[in-house]
Each structure stands twice: as structure tokens, then as C-alpha cells.
């Protein structure tokens, strides 16, 4: 069946070495939206994390797929929403009692940190967003009270210290919770419940029904892609994939700082 939606993974895949769009991504971006086949950027970054790139490539009004699948926009509008509870939340909290890593906690575009340490002012320079900056207990307690949880919680730290955290929260939540250790730093956590793959399906089911997982060309990079790069008709790992990622792609382009997306676009969406 032809491909005609493209599904896009960012840090890692998409972005150049000044962490921007380039020119030739633009070009080929510009080229197949004319032929209506839509340009998807799906990421564990929050919504605001990702408009900036979407202004850049002429796609604001495209759907986007935020925190790894736990939140669909359409319109800037939510059509799908899983969320971390509260006591689960409570719990991560307590094993940083005595502050040795960092936590920032995620729902929509509510980005919250307790201080504006070196992870926080790190991720503000990668994403482009300015965190809140609030005491943890107090996030949860607004929470509690508005029916909230997290799209995503990162915990940045020593590996020795992010080891503990790991090897806690798997034996704690095995059914609740997905940890992706995208660096020895860094612990992703999401639900169990959905992935970059629930997010796609759901979008295709909401707003492209006309089409299914055969007609999706995906790209990316890590871990977190590859259940995604698996089940479309294409998946493509840039040529900078994490070896496990290279093995299940259906092609292998040039690296990310090498317009590798721009390259298989080129190539397969004629």
C-alpha cells in the first residue's frame, strides 16, 4: 500500500547539530504536505517543547503525538490523555527525600522543577521551555485536589543514584509504570499503558481513518521507537540508531546532523 503519513521522532532523529530543522528537511517537509501526506512529530517532549519545530517546518496545524503516546493534539486539542497517578507520584517523591537527583514532573504544557538546578537548566536549553519552579509536595497536592497526574516524570542524576531509582520503581510498579534509561543519566517515566505505537493507532483511528499502520512511514533513533518502527509499513532508523533499532528497520538512513531524514523522505515519499 503507498505511504502517505509520516510519523517522526525528534531529539536524536530529526533535528540538526544547532538542534533545528534544516534547510533540506524543510524542503522535502514542504514538498509532501503539498501532496497532502501529513508530517507527524512524535515525542516524549511536552506540547510546547514541539511547537516551535512544527513553526519551523510550516505544520502548526498538523496533530502531534506528545510524552510518548500518553498525549494526543489534535487542533491543540486533547483526543487522548493517560496520566501517572498521584500516589504513584507520591512514591517517586519519597525516595528523593534527600535530594540527590532531580525530578521535574509533566502534565500538558506544565513543566515543574524545585529549582533551577543543572538538569533543569540543561533541558530548558534543549527544549526551548522554561520550567515552573515549585516544590514537589505542593505540585502533587494541586493535583490531588484537580484530578491530575503526570504525562511524564524525568529523573536526571548520578547513574549510581538513577540505578537505585531503576531497580525501586521496576520491582514496585512492573505493570504500572515504563522506565526508559535513554541515558545513564536520565530515567524517562510514563504509563505502562501506552507507547509511541497506542499514540500513532489512535490519531490514525481520530483524525486519518481513510488509512492504517501500512500506509505510515515512521523514523527514529532509540529504545522508545522501536515498537513503532516495527509495526508500520516503513521504518526507518537514522544511520546514529542504537543498535537494537538499526536491526529492526525495514532501511537505514544518514545520521540526524546529516539530514538523514530529509534523505529517506527523498527516497520514499516520492
Known sequence: MPLKIAFTDIDGTLL????V???ALKREVARITEQDIPFVLISSRMPSAMYHIQDDLNIKDTPIICYNGGLVLVDNKSIH??????SILEIIAELNTEKTFHISLYNNNDWYVEEMDFWAKREENNTKVTPAIKPIEAVLEDWKKNNKGAHKVMCMGDKEELDIVMESLTLAFPDE??????????????SKEISKLTGIKTLLDHSYSHLSLDNCIAFGDNYNDIEMLSAVKMGVAVQNAKEEVLAISNDITDTNHNDGVAKAIQKHLI
Open 16 to 19: 540538526s547539530k544547532e538542534r
Open 21 to 23: 530543522p534544516s534547510p
Open 81 to 86: 490523555s493517560t496520566e501517572i497517578h498521584v
Open 177 to 190: 509504570l515504563h522506565l526508559y534509561r535513554s541515558k545513564d543519566t536520565y530515567i524517562e517515566i510514563a
